[in-house]
């Protein structure tokens, strides 16, 4: 997913875009990772989404939203693949369904 997630920005970088469209991934302290890209400038449609959580415990657990032109999303310290997994999806299908999230991440 790292690979994919560095070849999605380098396509994307022409002199301009990659000025005015930011990319963080950060550790969180509880603890966790989070992930933001702004998405306004995503060739495809995204689908606005509220910030929807996914949890089984306190150690296994998910959330994102895409609200205000920017993909938001955490999770517990083994995540960090699922969070860029999840990117990939909304940006070639739209919208990731919330089955999906609990079959293959939780």
Do not use: R
Request: glycine content about 4%; overall charge negative.
């Amino acid at each position: 997913m790292i690979q994919w997630l560095q070849d999605w920005y380098s396509s994307h970088c022409d002199g301009e875009w990659e000025h005015e469209n930011v990319i963080k991934i950060q550790s969180l302290d509880n603890p966790g990772w989070l992930l933001e890209i702004e998405v306004f400038n995503l060739s495809s449609k995204v689908a606005v989404k509220k910030w929807n959580l996914f949890e089984l415990s306190e150690e296994n657990w998910i959330g994102y939203a895409v609200e205000n032109n920017k993909f938001t999303t955490s999770g517990d310290p083994t995540k960090l693949e699922a969070l860029i997994h999840i990117f990939k999806m909304l940006v070639e299908k739209g919208q990731v369904e919330d089955a999906y999230i609990y079959e293959h991440f939780l």
